[in-house]
């Protein structure tokens, strides 16, 4: 993975978290199937839970960027619509959840408002899930120089 995700990684199992990274689609360079894949990554974290001796209480945080941030929009969908049972927080990066219903999950939008397409597109989930009640919030990157500590 990137060096960021390197570091996500190792700071979340620090902490005493177990970190599974799941892909979507249909094998080598495909994307998420918004519909299909939700099934797929709970049987996955049930696996896991099962092979690890895991409680099914032990909470799921669900990161994702670009479709992938979409798609965990979609892990946040009442259980009875597909969403993924567990899940206590998501991380969309750089792309918004298109204003799909939330059951309450509270979530956290990592964009670059200098994408201003993508920034209208946070604005507009973050508008209607805070008028839902739901927790939400962002994170603005802005544009930083690129050095070799931010390339290790």
């Known amino acids: 993975g990137l060096p960021e995700e390197g570091r996500l990684r190792q700071a ?3 902490r005493g978290y177990l970190v ?3 892909s979507g689609g249909r094998g ?3 994307c998420w199937d918004q519909r299909a894949d939700g099934a797929k990554v709970a049987a996955a974290i049930r696996h896991v839970r099962q092979a690890e001796q895991l409680t099914d209480e032990l909470p799921v945080l669900a990161t994702g960027a670009s479709s992938g941030g979409a798609f965990v929009g ?4 009442p259980l009875e619509s597909g969403g993924l049972p567990g899940l206590r927080c998501i991380v969309p990066q750089i792309m918004g959840t298109g204003g799909l219903p939330n059951r309450g999950v509270p979530a956290l ?3 670059m408002p200098r994408d201003r397409r993508t920034a209208a597109a946070v604005e507009m989930d973050l508008e209607e899930l805070r008028a839902e009640g739901v927790l939400a919030k962002e994170l603005r ?5 690129v050095t070799e500590a931010l390339l290790s």
């Open 12 to 14: 979340a199992r620090a």
């Open 20 to 22: 599974m990274a799941v």
């Open 28 to 30: 080598r360079q495909s």
């Open 74 to 77: 979609r892990l946040a969908l």
């Open 109 to 111: 939008y990592v964009h």
């Open 141 to 145: 990157v802005e544009p930083q120089p």
